[in-house]
């Protein structure tokens, strides 16, 4: 068996007749997937004869240009070599694993629509990638690679995990990481990472999990565009990350926790933060390690749980059409500035949203609050006539959310009424055996109460200017009775 295959071996050699002598050592490697090491510095842009291996012989190996030994599992295993030419297995059936260590690529390999088993390209140079419809069957990793570039993934799949931890991309007029459409079933790490240029994967599916934990973003406009995407588990900005543009996630769904805790969220001047409108999340934490630079979009999103801090909110908040469950972090009262940083000005919905999360935790006191100040923000959105009407309300009987106002200033006003009657007494409109014994104090509470109840009304009349007065205390206790008897009946009926 032995001599059998040392006689496929000579006829493949003497086939190969043009492989140097590092080639050859890579070429008979294969068979038996032996590593091939050559230097244990990286060996950028070297010219060592004995470190350069031609693209295309790796290419053929990748593509089955050998047979595997007998009992063996072959594959392509270099270290410190320098790759000539374009490594291109595009539309190819890969049938082992590469695996290329503290290698410079001159080219752009080309993995387009190819099918592979295991790729594993680590702490090596290269001027980007493509693997644009590249199916995986196994582990991709291009960890610790140092890429000027673009890595272009759209529409591969990976089904053994994805990794790009300590990877630098360098890519500022276009798009450093182009995988829209990508789907991995185990897990994407990109942590220690430092990606310059836009980041994109609308529409990615990440079955299990994003991590970004101390990774920087940067790019002019937007430097992650995750439209649309699928995140299982965890989508983790956190724990030293950094983006610096704009960060998007409209429309995503994130089945579990997306955390930018202890992470940073910056924009350019003018522009959004953090763009998370119509998505769908179970948990955002949103406790980054300085305030947010730039405007945050949360509407019309529906979020269960919210844990944030008041210090990080950022200047321009946006929450129109957010429904969420729970709100944690900060105390309930400090709700009230959190819905009030709309740049748009009012919105009814975070409002009410709010107030009905403040009844069903049982804080009804703050609910009317809340409600008492969606209505002063609508004040500044009227006209002026309407505006001066609020104002009245607002300091009347708060809106009829503070009925106890109504109650003060008919207390005061009855107070003032005693007074100024005490010192200036009405004269009688009756006989003197008919008429009661006038009393200023239920005078005016006659006066103010909206049927006469004391019968102090109908018998004395005031003259002069304190006629304007009694005028004006009817009135006023009109409005201020009718005011209290509404508010108490809203807090009666809410609880």
Not at 100 to 128: K, V, Y
Not at 271 to 291: F, G, Q
Not at 418 to 429: K, R
Request: glycine share 12%; aromatic share 8%; hydrophobic share 40%.
């Amino acid at each position: 068996m032995a001599d059998a295959w040392d006689s496929v071996v000579s006829w493949i050699n003497r086939d190969r007749s043009d492989l140097t002598d590092t080639e050859r050592r890579l070429w008979d490697a294969y068979p038996t997937g032996t590593p091939v090491d050559l230097g244990d510095d990286r060996p950028d842009g070297t010219d060592d004869p004995a470190r350069l291996v031609r693209a295309e012989v790796i290419s053929s190996l990748l593509l089955g240009a050998r047979e595997a030994a007998p009992g063996k599992v072959p594959a392509v295993r270099l270290s410190g070599a320098r790759v000539i030419g374009a490594l291109n297995v595009s539309g190819g059936e890969v049938g082992c694993e590469l695996r290329l260590r503290r290698c410079t690529l001159d080219e752009t390999p080309d993995f387009s629509n190819a099918r592979a088993r295991q790729i594993r390209i680590g702490d090596c140079a290269m001027p980007g990638f493509d693997g644009g419809g590249l199916r995986v069957d196994g582990f991709f990793s291009l960890s610790g690679s140092r890429i000027e570039g673009e890595v272009r993934l759209i529409r591969a799949y990976i089904s053994g995990g994805f990794r790009m931890n300590g990877v630098r991309i360098h890519n500022p007029d276009g798009y450093a990481l182009f995988a829209g459409g990508l789907t991995v079933d185990v897990g994407t790490f990109v942590r220690d990472s430092e990606i310059i240029g836009g980041t994109r994967l609308t529409g990615a599916r990440m079955t299990g999990g994003l991590f970004l934990e101390r990774t920087t973003l940067r790019a002019a406009d937007v430097a992650f565009d995750g439209d649309n995407m699928l995140a299982e588990d965890r989508m983790e900005c956190s724990e030293g990350f950094t983006c610096e543009g704009t960060f998007r996630l409209r429309g995503a769904r994130i089945n579990g926790t997306l955390s930018f805790h202890n992470g940073a969220l910056r924009a350019p001047a003018g522009r959004r933060a953090l763009h998370l409108s119509h998505a769908r999340v179970e948990e955002l934490i949103l406790t980054p390690r300085e305030r947010i630079d730039g405007e945050v979009t949360l509407g019309y999103s529906t979020i269960d749980v919210i844990l944030d801090r008041a210090d990080v909110w950022p200047a321009e908040l946006r929450l129109n059409g957010l429904t969420y469950q729970t709100l944690r972090g900060e105390p309930e009262a400090r709700r009230l500035d959190w819905v009030a940083l709309d740049p748009d000005g009012f919105r009814p919905q975070p409002y009410e949203q709010l107030a009905g999360w403040l009844r069903r935790i049982g804080r009804e006191d703050l609910a009317r609050k809340c409600q008492l100040a969606k209505q002063r923000a609508r004040r500044h959105h009227l006209n002026p006539i309407s505006r001066v009407w609020g104002v009245m309300l607002d300091w009347t009987v708060g809106y009829g959310y503070r009925p106890w106002i109504s109650g003060l200033w008919l207390v005061l006003l009855l107070a003032l009424g005693t007074v100024v009657f005490s010192l200036h007494h009405p004269h009688s409109i009756r006989q003197p055996g008919e008429r009661p014994h006038f009393h200023a104090f239920v005078y005016t509470l006659d006066l103010m109460l909206p049927l006469e109840t004391f019968g102090q009304r109908s018998a004395w009349d005031p003259s002069g200017w304190t006629d304007w007065l009694a005028w004006g205390l009817t009135a006023t206790g009109w409005f201020l009775a009718t005011a209290l008897i509404a508010g108490i009946a809203r807090v009666l009926r809410r609880t």
